[in-house]
């Protein structure tokens, strides 16, 4: 199979697997305990935290291990955004972020908190004038992705966060699809708050990250244990997190590397499909976008469609499920850049990662062009 | 070989399917239709509940064949449930199974099945589709090898194309054929419940109910029970809950056994008799015939068992049935279907029963 889904997770890598078996085999500690076997699973604790607060930049006592950047965002998201003394609360988000924000959002909305969703240009992008013009000092919470998911978009998180710290407005940033495929350093963004996930960059699913900024008032999470500086009680997962950690490791050393190689694969894939198809619509095209993903829209075919051809094919892409009512499904951040429903669901994902060959490539393009034009004859309207 | 769509409910007859078509050596894909907004809601119906997916996910694994799920929750509403309640409006007793088969089975799902490139859909009926006289046309629908759970009767609307496009697995099979073969293969569905052509509701009222609460607010439309002489009985709590021929349930105490022998809407009148003789017709007028075989000739005479009949074809596309034998509780929405031996003649829609000659 060629696999071109690696912003839905990633194959784990050899080291990975190898660190967390060795792990699992010879640590059966709890870090909490006081004997030998105890201190040893901390020690691999403390130098796993190391590691991945490296990868941003952060202080390892930044670093908040969590079950995955779905719960870092509800996290941030409830943690922040519903008032706990009756005062009224305000979070600001763009309208394109992953459900694991834009759900938790809404559970505080229902709470009473204010809430605004920012748009986005037809590029992908937030405006920073028009999270100024929603966010005051009454704001409990800006949250703003730092690469979109499905066209793999960069917003403008630095600007936004400087605005933020000029009105004390706490920032976070869902930082999930960034981590591992750019540099992302979190004191050059200026975020409060950062979300991450181990199974993105070839680390273990079930692990994940909430970067919080030393001396940044953030709520307990998890009651129960002095785990995570108190926030996240329970024992840890530390095979995740020594998982998680040489993901990390494996991704700081040699990230110029996967942005050189990845990138001028997906340039190869973007020319060929624009070659093949000039009325194919890239998806954030011109946009400064994540070196891996590629999304776009055949107009007048279902993506749906094309993604389940192009598996028996033996390619994986991504898009949403397959539907046969009148209105297919279309996604949330398509739509927010588009406002037109038929490119919004004729789009298909292909992102790219490390074991993704230049063969695999060419193979892609040669099915993709005859899928395309057997699926256009069968379907001729738009 | 070719390549084929299997209709996987997660049950354990179009699992066969499955399982067969793939020995045979077609590219098989299975593909569960998502009929109901089943997420969250904790129900496993018979077919459609979440866990039928998961069944279906299964099997395709143990075959080794790929796997999708087509959500036709909307097209389902529009297509399937929406008319059925219109049917229980007016006073008819609906069939959603055959217009299920007609209009998602062999409609939207044969549809998505070419977008995958496959010409063929396939599905667990027990039902045959055999050449007819004519080898060019398209096949002829006839009843399953078994009997007792023939399911013919759902699928008498299916146009010539969609019978050149649909495949029966289990036709020419036992049920108990069906169940060792599943066995034998060792098929994680093999004792599971079967879905049959029921994924709706457990019995009528449940589904009529169902009905009202997602098209009508969970509105009915009470009225009157009356007798045949238009004497007033009691009050009923809608003429969606009754179907012709009811004897259960009915919510009013006679003294004596009483049936549902006619429903009008337009008054929202339930007529009950103490007469169950009151219930037999001698023929019936149905709508939107679907003819597959040789058209027959007006007048020709039919043999059907158990009821033999005979036939009048109009040029406007209903037909006039007379049987031999009177027909308990016919009821306008469900289907009439014709049969010549095993083979489908043709079916429609009841409009009205005919009373018994005098």
Redesign the interface.
């Known amino acids: 199979m060629i696999y071109l889904d690696h912003n839905a997770t990633t194959p784990v890598a050899p080291e990975v697997v190898e660190a967390m078996a060795a792990c699992l085999r010879d640590c059966p500690g709890n870090p909490s305990s006081v004997h030998r076997a105890g201190q040893e699973a901390a020690r691999r604790l403390d130098r796993s935290r190391e590691a991945v607060a490296a990868l941003i930049g952060a202080a390892p006592d930044e670093i908040v291990f969590t079950s995955g950047a779905t719960e870092a965002d509800n996290q941030a998201v409830l943690g922040l955004g519903v008032s706990h003394d009756g005062r009224a609360s305000h979070i600001v988000a763009s309208a394109i972020e992953h459900q694991a924000v834009l759900a938790p959002a809404r559970v505080a909305e229902s709470a009473g908190t204010r809430l605004d969703l920012i748009g986005v240009d037809a590029l992908g992008r937030v405006n920073p004038a028009d999270v100024a013009a929603e966010a005051g000092s009454g704001t409990a919470l800006i949250s703003l992705m730092l690469a979109n998911s499905e066209t793999g978009v960069l917003q403008p998180v630095r600007e936004i966060a400087d605005f933020a710290k000029s009105r004390a407005i706490p920032m976070h940033t869902d930082a999930a699809q960034a981590v591992g495929k750019i540099a992302v350093d979190v004191r050059e963004l200026g975020v409060d708050l950062l979300s991450m996930s181990a199974h993105k960059l070839r680390g273990p699913k079930g692990i994940g990250a909430l970067y919080v900024r030393r001396d940044f008032p953030a709520p307990v999470w998890l009651h129960g244990g002095p785990q995570e500086g108190g926030r996240r009680g329970g024992t840890e997962n530390l095979p995740g997190v020594v998982g998680f950690a040489k993901a990390c490791e494996l991704a700081a050393a040699r990230l110029a590397e996967y942005i050189g190689r990845v990138g001028a694969l997906r340039e190869r894939l973007e020319t060929g499909v624009r070659t093949r198809f000039p009325e194919a619509v890239v998806n954030g095209a011109g946009a400064a976008r994540l070196p891996n993903t590629l999304s776009v829209s055949f107009p007048g075919i279902e993506g749906a ?1 094309l993604a ?2 192009l ?2 094919a033996g390619i994986a892409v991504s898009t949403g ?7 297919p ?1 279309a996604s949330h951040v398509l739509l927010a850049m588009h406002h037109d429903y038929g490119v919004a669901t004729c789009a298909v994902r292909f992102s790219l990662g490390w074991e993704t060959t230049a063969a695999e490539i060419e193979a892609t393009l040669a099915a993709v062009a005859a899928t395309v034009p ?2 256009r004859t ?2 001729p309207e738009p | 070989m070719s390549r084929i769509v299997v209709a996987m409910s997660g049950g354990v007859d179009s699992t066969l399917a499955a399982a067969l078509l793939h020995e045979q050596g077609h590219e098989t ?1 299975g593909v569960t239709l998502r009929l109901h907004p089943c997420e969250g809601s904790g129900q496993a119906r018979s077919c459609c509940g979440g866990d039928s997916v998961a069944q279906a996910r299964a099997v395709a694994g143990q075959l080794g064949i ?1 796997h ?8 389902f509403a ?1 297509e399937v449930l929406r008319p059925a309640w219109d049917d229980y409006r007016n006073g008819r007793t609906p069939n959603p199974c055959v217009l299920c088969n007609a209009r ?1 089975k062999f409609g ?2 044969l ?2 099945a ?4 496959a010409e063929r859909v396939a599905t667990g009926h027990y039902a045959r589709l055999l050449p007819g006289a004519d080898p060019a046309a398209a096949p002829v629908l006839h009843r399953g090898a078994d009997r007792a759970k023939d399911q013919s009767y759902f699928l008498f609307a299916l146009d010539p194309g969609q019978r050149r496009a649909a495949c029966f697995p289990l036709g020419g099979l036992e049920k108990c054929e069906v169940r060792r073969l599943a066995r034998e293969r060792g098929l994680v569905t093999a004792d599971r419940a079967e879905s049959q052509d029921i994924c709706l509701a457990g019995d009528a009222e449940g589904f009529a109910s169902l009905l009202a609460a997602q098209f009508a607010g969970g509105a009915t439309r009470p009225g009157h029970f009356v007798d045949e002489t238009g004497r007033v009985l009691g009050a009923h709590r809608g003429v969606e809950s009754f179907t012709i021929g009811q004897r259960r349930g009915l919510g009013v105490a006679l003294g004596a056994p009483a049936w549902v022998s006619e429903i009008r809407a337009g008054t929202a009148e339930v007529v009950l008799t103490t007469r169950e003789e009151a219930l037999l017709a001698g023929g019936l007028e149905a709508d939107g015939m679907v003819w597959q075989a040789v058209p027959p000739e007006a007048g020709t005479r039919y043999r059907q068992r158990p009821t033999p009949a005979s036939v009048v074809r109009r040029a406007d596309g209903s037909a006039c049935v007379h049987f031999l034998r009177p027909v308990k509780a016919v009821t306008p929405g469900q289907a009439a279907v014709l049969y010549q031996g095993d083979r489908v003649l043709g079916g429609g829609w009841i409009r009205r029963s005919l009373p018994l000659p005098s």
């Open positions: 469609r389940l051809s598996d028996l499920s397959a539907c046969c009512g009148k209105r499904q057997r699926l069968l379907n | 894909i790929p999708h799920v087509l959500d036709c929750q909307d097209l529009d998602l939207a799902l549809e998505f070419r977008t995958l490139g």
